[in-house]
């Protein structure tokens, strides 16, 4: 079964940059779009980035274009998400999630509710 594992979370100042990583173990992970969501507090959670299992397609949200930039290392079963530029406001848990993907299927869309999740890592932007 594939379980996620989220790190590179931590404190960082404005205009600062981190490197957030998704880890599974097994070749089954290789089958999954992946997309890093994050929620801050008092609000909903939001969509960030997903990448398809491919990794041949990627989906932003526009606050996140030109800032963020999702990869999938197929060897190391791990996507990341780097993020430039951060600013207060990109506060937040940052989840990655997964969904199956058909063979077929190279979509980056992620669906509302993928059926596996990680636990979340903390990114805190100080001013």
């Known amino acids: 079964q594939v379980q996620l594992v989220e790190s590179g979370g931590g404190l960082v100042q404005a205009g600062g940059s981190l490197r957030l990583s998704c880890t599974s173990s097994?070749?089954?992970?290789?089958?999954?779009?992946v997309g890093w969501f994050r929620q801050a507090p008092g609000k909903d959670r939001e969509f960030v980035a997903s990448?398809?299992?491919?990794?041949?397609?990627?989906i932003y949200a526009d606050s996140m274009k030109g800032r963020f930039s999702i990869a999938r290392d197929k060897a190391d079963n791990t996507v990341y998400l780097q993020m430039n530029n951060l600013k207060p406001e990109d506060t937040a848990v940052y989840y990655c999630?997964?969904?199956?993907?058909?063979?077929?299927?190279?979509?980056?869309?992620?669906?509302?509710?993928?059926?596996?999740w990680g636990q979340g890592t903390q990114v805190t932007v100080s001013s």
């Open positions: 999630a997964a969904t199956l993907r058909d063979p077929f299927d190279t979509r980056a869309t992620m669906p509302t509710h993928p059926e596996i």
């Open positions: 097994g070749r089954a992970f290789r089958s999954y779009a």
């Open positions: 990448i398809s299992w491919s990794g041949g397609s990627t």
